[in-house]
């Protein structure tokens, strides 16, 4: 079913480009949250394709004296989150991902606030679909801060139409714009 569901969320964002004003008023709701307000540290990723973008937040977080943090892959599925600055280098993914190249590397325990990316998620469990990798669901096991997702509304399910397992890790909250 999660296979299934993610197909079909992932054509729904190819054919519905996000507007500008919804993406304003995501970035807004985010912002003026107490997660973000309260947060010195926040990990996030850099968006490619027809994920909702994150390069306005990553912006304004610095923007505002935060710490924004990015994932870098490793071995087996595990990542760790390394400082984004002006210097920082990039390189692409095998996957399209960009990800940091050196830079300097922030324990788990030092991130205040994760926004965990995903493909759906279910509104009444936080629960997520995510590509199907299981990276951010292992580098969440044992972390223990705020998470939230962002979220176009098709995105997000008011109850869970598919099956868990040990694994997955919900996230604390779901931001959705109007659109």
């Known amino acids: 079913m999660k296979t299934v569901i993610r ?11 996000f507007s500008a004003q919804g993406q304003r008023n995501l970035l807004q709701k985010v912002l003026d949250s107490p997660q973000w307000q309260r947060a010195q540290t926040i ?17 304004a977080g610095q923007g505002s004296g935060k710490r924004m943090v990015i994932p870098k892959t490793g071995p087996q599925r595990q990542m760790e989150f390394v400082v984004l600055s002006s210097q920082t280098g990039l390189q692409r993914t095998k996957f399209g991902v960009l990800e940091p190249v050196g830079g300097t590397v922030v324990s788990k325990s030092q991130i205040d606030l994760m926004v965990v990316p995903g493909i759906a998620f279910c509104l009444a469990t936080g629960q997520r679909i995510g590509y199907g990798g299981g990276y951010f669901d ?7 801060q705020n998470t939230i997702a962002l979220a176009r509304p098709f995105q997000v399910f008011p109850t869970q139409e ?4 040990r694994f997955d890790i919900p996230v604390h909250q779901i931001f959705t714009s109007e659109e």
């Open 138 to 144: 292992r580098y969440l096991r044992d972390y223990r």
């Open 43 to 59: 990990g996030i990723t850099l968006s490619f394709g027809v994920e909702i973008p994150t390069q306005p937040l990553i912006t």
């Open 162 to 165: 598919w099956r868990s397992n």
């Open 7 to 17: 197909t079909q969320v992932l054509a729904r964002l190819h054919e519905n480009p």
